[in-house]
Every structure is written in C-alpha cells, then in structure tokens.
C-alpha cells in the first residue's frame, strides 16, 4: 500500500515559514514576557505545528468537512437519539458576547439578563414536564441518569431504606441507563418485553419488593412505542416503595402532549441537546437538566435559583443536597439555545413539533412496511424499528443496509439496538423533514430490498462511494489514530512490511 498522491495533498502541505497571519515582532515594548518563567520549562524545540498560508487551511479544513455528514447536508435518520435540525438563530443567540463574556463567578447583581433565562428555562422545563423542580447542572444524559440515582439513594436512605439495591430497567433501555445505575453501586435487574415491545408487567410484577430502589424507563421506548401500561406500571413500584426515573432522550414525541410528571415518575432528565436543539454527537457540550417531584426537592444539587424582590439569586442549598455536580451552573450555552428555541416556538408550535414528527415516522413506517418487516405492530411514536433477520439468508446484516444507504447520501439510521431486535434499523426521521426527503430515503431503502434479492455483494460491499469505507471499529478504538502524522507514518510502516 503506497502513501497516494492525494493523501500527501490532504496531509502534507507545510512549507517552513508560510505563516496565515504575521504579529509584529516589537509587540511588547517593556520587559520581555517569558523572562520569569524558568529556563529548565522553556521550549527548546519548535513544536512542530504546520506551517501553511490561510487559503491553504482554509482549503484542508473545508474539504475534510465536506467529506463528512452532518444535519446541515444530510438527512439524519438515527434512532433513538434524536438528532434533529437546529435552527441557526439559536446558535446566533448563544454566540452573543453579552452572554459569552459573563463570568459564573461575578456578582448575581450583575447578571440578572442570564439568571432570567435560567429561571425562566427551568419554569419551561416544569411545565412541559410536569416535575417541581429542576436542576440545570448535568451536562448530558447519562451524566442525569447518574445524578438521579444519587438522588434515589439519598432519598431512600432519609427513609431508612438502604436495603433497596436494586434497579430495574427493561431489556430495551438505552445502555446508558443500566451503566448508570450500575456504576453508583445498584445491582442493574433487567425486565422483558411483552411480545408487543412494551414492558412485561408480569414479569415487572415478580421483581418488585423492598429491595426496590428504581424503575428506570423512556417512554416512548427505544421502539417508539409509548408504554400503555404507564399508570399501571409506576402505580406497581410506589405500591412497592420504589421511585420512577424517566430517561428523557425520548421526549420529543411528547411536547405539549403528555407529561411524565403526570404519569408517576418521581425524576427525570431532558436531553435538551435532542429535543431542544443542540448540535451534539462528538461528544458535546450538552445538558441533562434533572427535574423532580416536590418529595425529592431537598435532594437536588445545589445551588438553585430563587426569586426575591430584588431580582434573582442563588439559594444556599438545602442541608440534605446531594451537593453539585457540575462546576458552576452547567453547560449553559446549550440552555441558551434550548431557550431560544422554545420562545420562537411557543406553547403551540411545540406541539407541532411532536405531532410533526409522529406524523413523520408513522408515513416512513407505512411506506416501507411491504418490504421489510416492522418490529412492532400498530402506530408508533417519533421512530419505529425495522428487523432484517430475513435478509441475513442472504448474509446481509443491518449494518450493512446501513452502509449502502451511505451511498445514496443519508446518514445511516441506528443498527443493531435496540438488542432485542434482531437485525434492527431503527428510523427517527424528525419533525423538520419535507415530504420530499422521506420520500426519497424510502426510495433508496426500496432499491436495497431490489439489491439485496438480486446482487447482495453490493450491498455488503457498501459504501462505494465515500473516502472511508468500513474502518476496522475494533481496531480503531484499540488503536486510535489521533494525528495525522500517525497515519503517515503508519501507511510508510504498511508499505514497507508489504514490499
Ligand atoms: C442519548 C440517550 C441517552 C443518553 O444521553 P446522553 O445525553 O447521550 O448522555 C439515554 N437514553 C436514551 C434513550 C438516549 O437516546
């Protein structure tokens, strides 16, 4: 394998003293700055960097990103994880200096505008959600998913019950949701599905006793199927004195629709970097404010903010917090735009949101559901979950299906999860898709099914078309190439043992 002729134009383009901008070499004119720093910590050698003009890496930079799919160029249809289109205005919003230039240590008198948009996030949050209260500090998911089995452990040991260990969540949940709990001590017990997907109350029924500590779920499932059984199932864990957590990764299909505060959960995250508007995947910033009912209130982190006469504050907090969990007030650049986002589309618009996105995956559903096989029956919430176990015959896997769809320029759905699906492919298509769009993705995935049956090889082989084809992803995490220079000198490695 040679070092090509385009990896060199990609890579190798630093010329020693090209330089994008010069500074003035007379830039100080009193002492020199680095005089107090010891000789032994100065740098001897250059560091190395590349030494490039501004057309050039400008050039490098933009033509790597167009190498990639994002929401911005591609349709996006992931499960599960709502990976939705976000409007430019809020990122405007964020990107504000009267906001990026505050510090969380200054004085609350001086940053009442923030503190507002704070406090007025947190009363959004409560009413669509329908908790008391909320602490905006975690900065994603699984970081509330942890912070809430903190604060069910707190909770229960203020009751005496410290012999609750246990935590349940069904074999659908999201992985998060079992890490979670298990890294903060609780023995993970997983719940089966009924032959509907839903919880199995039978099953859920001879788990629960006074080891109880949790019930964990997201509702709609990660099958987008909304547990019917809801009352019946967080009236079962009270009864047994165990609390509900919802994982809100799945929220989107229920604004202004349903409130998990209404259906018995006692905690709850909101990844407000899906549903509210967040660019995030390569791992964030994000936010996972955690909302709880008034008998968990004085568990919550702290601080909180209260409201005064004279203007808006930070509380001391309460003698039984759990104490914080994230310096300063959390990730609040994605608040901003969370809140942005939900003042351009008020009370109304947000129910358009869910209903547009239902609408959605109910038309993909219906449209592919002649060529492959729903995993679950009836209508579904934001996303549905195809099973490709028939095409395995052909030794075709939904990986596969994935990667082909690569080449028709969508960014592959979700494969493989939710587990207890096999071959799944799992399709959220989102409440800002045009008709257009999901007609043409139904189109692509219509043309594999014609593939697979006629030439599988080309689906197997797949992508054809993109600069990366199927990476070794084992490898790749044992063995991260993080520099470009690693993978130069890897390929001169590979070359060498080859000739
Ligand atoms: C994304 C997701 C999580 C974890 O949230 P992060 O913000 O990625 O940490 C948990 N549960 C479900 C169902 C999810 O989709």
């Not at 997907?197 to 709609?220: F, I, R, S, W, Y």
């Not at 608040?335 to 959605?360: D, P, Q």
């Amino acid at each position: 394998m040679l070092i090509s002729q385009d990896d060199r134009l990609s890579f190798e383009k630093s010329k020693p003293g090209r330089r994008a901008i010069r500074l003035p070499e007379e830039r100080y004119s009193g002492e020199d700055p680095l005089k107090n720093i010891p000789q032994g910590l100065l740098r001897q050698t250059s560091i190395g960097f590349p030494e490039l003009g501004e057309l050039d890496v400008v050039r490098h930079f933009i033509n790597l990103s167009r190498k990639n799919f994002s929401v911005d160029t591609h349709f996006y249809p992931l499960g599960s994880c709502t990976m939705k289109y976000n409007p430019k205005v809020n990122e405007w919003a964020a990107r504000q200096e009267k906001f990026t230039a505050l510090h969380p240590l200054q004085d609350a008198t001086t940053t009442q505008g923030m503190l507002q948009i704070l406090w007025e996030l947190e009363e959004y949050l409560k009413e669509i959600s329908g908790m008391d209260r909320f602490t905006l500090q975690p900065a994603a998911g699984a970081h509330g998913e942890l912070t809430g089995m903190m604060l069910v452990r707190a909770y229960h040991a203020s009751r005496g019950g410290s012999t609750r260990t246990k935590v349940l969540v069904p074999d659908s949940s999201h992985g998060t949701n079992p890490a979670s709990a298990a890294l903060f001590g609780y023995h993970v017990v997983e719940i089966k599905s009924d032959s509907h997907g839903c919880v199995d109350l039978e099953d859920l029924k001879q788990h629960l006793d006074e080891h109880v500590a949790c019930l964990m779920l997201t509702n709609p499932n990660t099958l987008g199927l909304f547990e019917k059984n809801i009352l019946e199932i967080t009236k079962l864990v009270h009864q047994h004195g165990g609390l509900l957590y919802y994982d809100g990764a799945n929220l989107n299909p229920l604004l202004g629709i349903a409130r998990p505060g209404d259906m018995g959960f006692d905690i709850i995250h909101i990844n407000l970097h899906k549903t509210f508007s967040t660019p995030h995947g390569g791992g964030g910033p994000g936010s996972g404010p955690v909302g709880v009912k008034k008998h968990l209130m004085p568990f919550l982190p702290g601080p909180l903010m209260e409201r005064t006469k004279k203007g808006y504050a930070w509380a001391s907090p309460s003698p039984q917090s759990i104490g914080r969990v994230k310096l300063f007030h959390g990730n609040v650049g994605v608040m901003i735009r969370a809140y942005v986002y939900l003042r351009v589309l008020g009370k109304e618009g947000l129910r358009k949101v869910s209903e547009a996105a239902i609408l959605n995956a109910n038309y993909m559903k219906e449209m592919l559901k002649d060529v492959f096989k729903v995993a679950t029956e009836g209508p579904c919430m934001h996303e549905f979950v195809l099973s490709l176990k028939s095409f395995v015959a052909q030794g075709v896997h939904a990986g596969d299906v994935g990667k082909r769809l690569l080449d028709f320029g969508f960014h592959a759905p979700t494969v493989h999860f939710p587990l207890v699906v096999p071959e799944a492919l799992m399709i959220e298509p989102t409440e800002t898709e045009a008709r257009e769009t999901l007609d043409l993705f139904i189109e692509a995935m219509k043309e594999i099914a014609l593939e697979i049956a006629t030439d599988p090889e080309r689906v197997k082989t797949a992508p054809h078309t993109l600069p990366v084809r199927r990476p070794d992803d084992v490898l790749a995490a044992r063995k991260p190439i993080l520099s470009y220079r690693d993978q130069v000198r890897e390929k001169v490695l590979l070359a060498e043992a080859v000739a």
